[in-house]
């Protein structure tokens, strides 16, 4: 059975720094794109940062110079370090891989950053 789970998140004050983590069990890893995503209470979800199976990243404008997306194939996991986070950067994160017809979400991690 296919499943996908984040970890790593928590409570750290504002300038602080997390690393969430998911991963992929039963599939191919290496060939699905990977993306974060994350939702604050009462917005919607919103797209953060992705890494294709070609190693090419992107960013939002919001995070762009504070986060950074990474894989490691042989782990099927992806990875995204939080740098310099802010009270604004407070949601739950999801990760999301996706393939061909094949479109997986994990259940979310909690990030909250206190001012």
């Known amino acids: 059975q296919v499943q996908v789970v984040e970890s790593g998140g928590g409570l750290v004050q504002s300038g602080g720094s997390l690393s969430l983590s998911c991963t992929a069990s039963?599939?191919?890893?290496?060939?699905?794109?990977v993306m974060w995503y994350r939702q604050a209470p009462g917005k919607q979800r919103d797209w953060v940062a992705g890494?294709?199976?070609?190693?090419?990243?992107s960013y939002s404008d919001s995070v762009k110079g504070r986060f950074t997306i990474s894989r490691d194939n042989a782990k099927k996991t992806t990875y995204l370090q939080m740098n310099n986070l802010r009270s604004d950067d407070t949601a739950v994160y999801y990760c999301?891989?996706?393939?061909?017809?094949?479109?997986?979400w994990g259940q979310g991690t909690q990030v909250t950053v206190s001012s």
């Open positions: 039963e599939i191919e890893f290496r060939y699905y794109g």
């Open positions: 999301r891989l996706r393939f061909a017809r094949e479109d997986l």
């Open positions: 890494l294709t199976s070609e190693f090419r990243t």
